[in-house]
C-alpha cells in the first residue's frame, strides 16, 4: 500500500503570481490574476454536418464586429429535433479564437414557461462558471447580477443560452462592457431583446436527406456502414425526417444494442410512437424528469458521442446535491457498462439517447430500487478500477482482471483520474445510501476508491468522514481485511490533519491486527503511516529508522514500486537531516523504476515528478544550484500539466529556497501559499505566508 499516493485531481485554483506558460516551461512572474472563466460546453459533436448559410450568416456577423467589445446575440429557433442546440455548441467553438477567454452555456429550462429556470437561479450558474464557490454568491438578485457584470468585464467570452422561453429571459443576463456572443436557442423565434450591438435571429429548419445519410454512416462502426444494403439506409434516412436527433437516436440503439440488425433498427424507430416524427422527439424529452431533463440538454447527452462530463459544467447545471447529480447517473449507466464491455474509452459518458432515458424516467416502485441496486453496484466497481490505477495496488473490492491495469497507459490512467473527479460526489451518495441499506459490501469499496481523489485534491473533512464510515462497515461486517486497511488510510487522513496522536492511536490498532492476520503488506502499510507521522512531527531520525524498517517488509514482497515510493519517502526525511548524498543516491535508483515499464507495471508520471522535485532539493543541499533549479523547474511544469496543485505548491516552495533573488523568492511562495488555500489547507497557507513575511519559526 503506497500511503503517499498520487496528489492529483481537477482542482479548479490556480497559482496566484506564478504561472506555468507551458509543458516545456519558462516560469513567469505576473501580477496576481483575476478569477478565470471556466468553459464547460462539450467538445464539439463528430458527427457534425451541414447548416453551412446559418454558420455562414453568424461568421459574416461576428467578423464584422472586428474584435469590438459589445454584445452579438444569435437567436436560433427551430422546431425540437432540427438540432438548435447542436448548432449553437459547434458555432460556440467554431469562433473560439474571437473569444479566447471562455466558451460556456447553461439551459434556461424551456420551451414549456412552467419548466423555465428563474433568472437568480441561472446568475447562480454564471457565477460558478466565473470561479464564483457556492458561499461566496451573494443573496440578492440585484447583487449577483452586479458581481458578473463585473467578473466578465473586458472580457472575451461566447455564452450559449439553451432552451429559451422569452427575450426577456435573456435580457437578464446580458453581460455589460465585455466581448462576447450570445448564442440562444428556442423553438420558437422570439421577439427582439435589444440592449446589444448586433441581434440576429436565424431559423433552422429540416436537414436534408444527404446530410442525414452523412450522420448516419460517420455514426456507424465501419463494418456496419459497409454491411449497411442500399435500401436499408434509404428507409433509415426516410425514417429521420430531416431530424439530426431522430439520427442521433437511431445511432443511440446500435450503440446499446450490440447484437441489434439493421431490420431491428427500423422497427424500432417505426414503432416509436404515435404521430409525426417532431412529436416523437418531443414526446421523448418531455419524459423526463426535471433534472434528467436538465442534464440532457446543458450536457448535451442527444447529440455528444463520447463525451466527458466536466465536474463544473454538472455543478453549474446541477447544483451541489449529489442526490440530484445522480439524475446524470442514472442516464449514463447503460451508456458506461456498455462501453465497459467493449474495452472502449470506459470513463465516458457516450451517447445518451434512445430507450435508455425513457427507461430511467418510466421506472417506478420495486423497479426503480431495483434500478438504484444495479446503479450502486456499478458505481462501486467502476470507482474501484478507477482508484487501482491511481493508486497502483489492489483495492478493496478488486476483482482479478484489475491486475492488467497496472500496465495501463498514461492516458487511460487520466481518464480515470478524470472520471473520480467528476463521480466523487455521487460515490459519497452510494456510500450513504448503501450504509442505510445495510450493504457493506458497498460502502467498504467504494468508500476507499472515493478516499483516494479525496487525498489527492485535499478535501481532508469529506475524506476523513467517508473513511470513518467505511471502518464503521467493516467493524459492522467483522471484515477484518478492511478494518486493517481503513484503520491506516483514517490514521494518514488524521496526520493530513495534523491530529497526529489521534492518527497513532488508530495505526497501532491496525498493527495489533495485522500481526496476528499475517498480512505482510498491511503491517508495512501502518508501519508506513507511522513513518510519515514522525516526518511530520518534524523527528526527521526517527522516521528514517522506521520508513527502513519498512523497506525490509516490503523488501519480500515483489513490488518493486512499493520499494520505490518507500525509498522516495526516505530520502525526504534525509534532505532534512542534511544527508543529502545519500538521498540522492536513494531517488536516482527510484526514478527508473517510476519512469521505465516493467514487466507487470506501467511508468508512473506522477512519481517521476515527484523523485525530481526530491532530487532537486538534494541538488540544492550539496551546492548544485543550477542543476537543482533545473529539476524543480521540470517537476514543477510535470505537475502543472497534470493538474496537481499540492505537489505544484510543494515545488514552488523548493524553488523559493533556491531563489537568490529577495522578490522572486517572495512571489514564489505566494503563489504556493495560494495554491494551498485553493484547495483548502489554510493552515499550510498561512506557514508559507509567515515564512514569506519572516513571521514563522
Same mark, same amino acid.
Request: with cysteine; glycine share 8%.
Given at each position: 500500500m ?34 478565470r ?32 467589445d ?7 429557433h427551430?422546431a ?8 449553437a ?64 468585464d ?8 439553451d ?6 429571459q435573456?435580457r ?7 466581448r462576447?456572443l ?19 435571429p436565424?431559423?433552422?429548419?429540416d436537414?436534408e436527406?444527404e ?9 456507424m ?6 454491411d449497411?444494403?442500399?435500401d ?5 434516412v ?9 439520427a ?8 446499446h ?13 417505426e ?9 416523437r ?15 440532457f440538454?446543458? @450536457? ?5 458521442l ?7 459544467a ?8 449529489p ?15 456498455h462501453?465497459?464491455?467493449r ?21 417506478a416502485?420495486?423497479?426503480?430500487s431495483?434500478?438504484?441496486?444495479v446503479l ?20 478493496l ?6 491486475d ?8 487511460t ?10 463521480a466523487v460526489e ?8 448503501s450504509?442505510?441499506?445495510?450493504d457493506?459490501?458497498?460502502? @467498504? ?27 464503521e462497515?467493516?467493524?459492522a461486517a ?21 491530529a ?5 492511536a488508530?495505526?497501532?490498532r ?13 503491517r508495512?502499510?501502518?508501519?508506513e503511516v507511522?513513518g510519515l ?5 518534524g ?5 528514517v529508522?522506521?520508513?527502513l524498517?519498512?523497506?525490509?517488509l ?6 518493486p ?13 534525509? @534532505?532534512?537531516?542534511?544527508r ?19 514487466q ?17 532539493r538534494?541538488l540544492?543541499?550539496?551546492?548544485e ?5 533545473a529539476?524543480?523547474?521540470?517537476a ?10 499540492l505537489?505544484?505548491?510543494r ?24 495554491l ?13 505566508e ?8
Amino acid at each position: 500500500m503506497s500511503t503517499e499516493g498520487n496528489n492529483a485531481g481537477n482542482i479548479g485554483g490556480q497559482a496566484r503570481v506564478v504561472q506555468v506558460q507551458n509543458l516545456h516551461g519558462n516560469v513567469t512572474v505576473a501580477e496576481p490574476p483575476e478569477r478565470r472563466m471556466h468553459s464547460n460546453l462539450p467538445p464539439a459533436n463528430r458527427l457534425f454536418t451541414d447548416r453551412e448559410y446559418a454558420r455562414a450568416r453568424v461568421r459574416r456577423l461576428v467578423h464584422q464586429s472586428n474584435n469590438r467589445d459589445g454584445v452579438t446575440l444569435v437567436k436560433l429557433h427551430g422546431a425540437p429535433g432540427v438540432g438548435t442546440s447542436e448548432l449553437a455548441r459547434y458555432l460556440a467553438f467554431e469562433l473560439a479564437d474571437h473569444y479566447r477567454d471562455a466558451q460556456m452555456g447553461i439551459d434556461l429550462g424551456g420551451p414549456e414557461p412552467d419548466r423555465a429556470v428563474p433568472a437568480e437561479a441561472l446568475l447562480d450558474r454564471l457565477l460558478l462558471l466565473c470561479d464564483v464557490r457556492s458561499d461566496q454568491i451573494p443573496a440578492s438578485p440585484a447583487a449577483k447580477r452586479d458581481l458578473f457584470v463585473r467578473l466578465t468585464d473586458g472580457k472575451a467570452f461566447v455564452l450559449v443560452l439553451d432552451n429559451a422561453v422569452s427575450a426577456g429571459q435573456i435580457r437578464a443576463l446580458l453581460p455589460a462592457r465585455s466581448r462576447c456572443l450570445l448564442l440562444a436557442t428556442s423553438p420558437n423565434a422570439l421577439p427582439r431583446v435589444g440592449n446589444v450591438e448586433k441581434e440576429l435571429p436565424v431559423h433552422v429548419g429540416d436537414m436534408e436527406n444527404e446530410a442525414v445519410t452523412e450522420i448516419l454512416l460517420r455514426g456507424m462502426a465501419e463494418a456496419e456502414a459497409g454491411d449497411l444494403p442500399e435500401d436499408a439506409l434509404h428507409r433509415l434516412v426516410n425514417l429521420c425526417h430531416g431530424l439530426p436527433a431522430l439520427a442521433h437516436i437511431a445511432l443511440g440503439y446500435l450503440e446499446h444494442n450490440p447484437f441489434a440488425t439493421t431490420e431491428d433498427l427500423i422497427a424500432h424507430l417505426e414503432a416509436g410512437g404515435e404521430g409525426g416524427p417532431r412529436d416523437r422527439v418531443a414526446a421523448y424529452v418531455s419524459a423526463l424528469s426535471e433534472q434528467e431533463l436538465r442534464v440532457f440538454r446543458t @450536457i448535451g447527452a442527444h447529440t455528444a458521442l463520447g463525451l466527458t462530463v466536466d465536474q463544473r459544467a454538472v455543478e453549474a447545471a446541477l447544483g451541489n446535491d449529489p442526490y440530484v447529480r445522480q439524475d446524470l447517473n442514472k442516464l449514463a449507466q447503460l451508456s458506461l457498462l456498455h462501453k465497459n464491455a467493449r474495452n472502449s474509452v470506459w470513463f465516458t459518458v457516450g451517447s445518451l439517447v434512445g430507450d435508455v432515458a425513457l427507461e430511467r424516467a418510466g421506472s417506478a416502485g420495486g423497479e426503480r430500487s431495483a434500478q438504484i441496486e444495479v446503479l450502486r453496484r456499478h458505481y462501486r466497481d467502476t470507482a474501484v478500477r478507477a482508484a487501482s490505477l491511481l493508486t497502483r495496488r489492489p483495492l478493496l473490492g478488486a476483482s482479478p482482471e484489475l491486475d492488467d491495469d497496472a500496465r495501463a497507459d498514461e492516458r487511460t490512467v487520466a481518464q480515470a483520474r478524470d472520471w473520480l473527479s467528476t463521480a466523487v460526489e455521487v460515490l459519497t451518495a452510494v456510500v450513504r445510501r448503501s450504509a442505510d441499506a445495510g450493504d457493506h459490501t458497498t460502502v @467498504i469499496a467504494t468508500a476507499e476508491a472515493a478516499s483516494v481523489y479525496l487525498a489527492e485534491s485535499g478535501r481532508n473533512a469529506e475524506r476523513v468522514a467517508l473513511l470513518a464510515g467505511g471502518l464503521e462497515a467493516a467493524t459492522a461486517a467483522d471484515d477484518v481485511r478492511a478494518r486493517i486497511r481503513f484503520g491506516n488510510l483514517l490514521g494518514l487522513a488524521h496526520m493530513d490533519r495534523g491530529a497526529f496522536d489521534e492518527a497513532e492511536a488508530l495505526v497501532v490498532r491496525s498493527l495489533e491486527l495485522a500481526e496476528p492476520a499475517g498480512d505482510p503488506m498491511e503491517r508495512a502499510a501502518a508501519h508506513e503511516v507511522l513513518g510519515l507521522v514522525s516526518q511530520r512531527r518534524g523527528d526527521h531520525t526517527r522516521a528514517v529508522e522506521g520508513l527502513l524498517r519498512v523497506r525490509e517488509l516490503k523488501e519480500g514482497l515483489d513490488r518493486p514500486q512499493a520499494l520505490a515510493v518507500t525509498d522516495l519517502l526516505i530520502a525526504r526525511s534525509l @534532505i532534512e537531516l542534511g544527508r543529502c548524498g545519500e538521498a540522492r543516491d536513494r531517488l536516482e535508483s527510484a526514478l527508473p523504476v517510476f519512469s521505465e515499464p516493467g514487466q507487470h507495471r506501467a511508468p508512473d508520471a506522477v512519481n517521476v515528478a515527484k523523485v525530481r522535485m526530491e532530487r532537486g532539493r538534494a541538488l540544492l543541499g550539496l551546492g548544485e544550484r543550477e542543476e537543482a533549479e533545473a529539476e524543480l523547474r521540470e517537476a514543477l511544469n510535470r505537475f502543472a500539466e497534470l493538474d496537481i496543485p499540492l505537489q505544484r505548491a510543494r515545488t514552488l516552495e523548493a524553488l523559493a529556497d533556491a531563489a537568490q533573488d529577495a522578490r522572486a523568492r517572495d512571489e514564489y511562495l505566494t503563489a504556493a501559499a495560494g495554491l494551498h488555500r485553493d484547495v483548502g489547507d489554510v493552515a499550510a497557507a498561512e506557514r508559507v505566508e509567515a515564512e514569506r513575511d519572516g513571521t514563522g519559526e
